[in-house]
């Protein structure tokens, strides 16, 4: 009876938020970052492999539409890629050849060319950096999206900023490049997604279950520093549920994040991707401080 008190209690937390935007050194939902760093991997050294980097990224990137359950950031494209976010977790529904942005049913105001525009305006203006994006098709099932990503690439970005190829690139050959995370079928566009070492135990039912997701987290965290450094390694610390909405997720899952890297703090540690919703600038520049 207790603890069905306390999980009532939770919901209720969730469902009837208090209080306006935050914007804390873990969690920020304002609309700006407090502030940018766009070029940070400048000062990588050209011969390390990417995978070997610590880069922060963001899940449902574009997901900034649609109440509650469906937004994931707060952030525009241009300010989280100017924050330092290096991962983009991009979701396009194909009909007809044409693909929109979209989480689920919730349709996010934009389609793929926005998405590669904002990319190459970003790259061109700063040439030091590379952005890897994962592109997914979400609501529609058509399994066949690779041409209109194709036709996409040529009408909005160019098909030379693509790094074309399954081989992990060194921090050198990425710069200025767009690293496609291929999650979809049809021929090499780039990575494959599926290549990578990946933790992503999104289902998060309630708040009760928030430790059991940050055990997931933090297992894989783990295994990073120690894992194939020639393989990529990407950990989700997004999760969502009816009774657990991702903002209300992320303020608890991104707090653990926070404490935990300040326990690594100084040490040399390679945590690969680390992807995030609602991450604020503090935090963002802790991971990118671990290079």
Partial sequence: MYQTLI?????????CPTGGAIQGPVYDDTPLPEFLNPSWMSGLPDS???????????????????GALAECQSWSLGSQLRAGVRFLDVRVRHV?????????????????????????????????ETVLMRVKEELSET????????????????????WHSRLMPTVGQARGKLIILQDFHGPDLGMRYGSLDIADDWKVPSLLQVPKK?????????????????????????????????????QRINAQLYNYLTGKTGKDHRFGVIIMDYPAAPIIQMIIDFN
């Fill in 96 to 128: 007809k050849g044409n693909l929109t942005i979209h989480h689920g049913v919730s349709y996010q105001r934009a389609h793929f060319g926005h998405v590669l525009q904002g990319v190459v305006d970003f790259l061109d203006e700063y040439p030091s």
């Fill in 143 to 162: 399994y066949n999206i690779y041409g209109a990503v194709v036709s996409y690439v040529h009408r909005y970005a160019s098909w030379d900023m693509l």
């Fill in 214 to 250: 940050w055990q997931s987290v933090h297992k894989h965290l783990e295994l990073a520093p120690v894992g194939n450094m020639a393989q990529m390694f990407l950990t989700y610390t997004s999760g969502t549920g009816v009774f657990a909405y991702p903002s209300a997720v992320a």
């Fill in 7 to 15: 999980q009532l209690f939770l919901i209720a937390r969730v469902v």
């Fill in 48 to 66: 390390s492999l990417l995978s070997e980097v610590t880069m922060p990224g963001t899940h449902n990137t574009m997901a900034v539409f649609g």
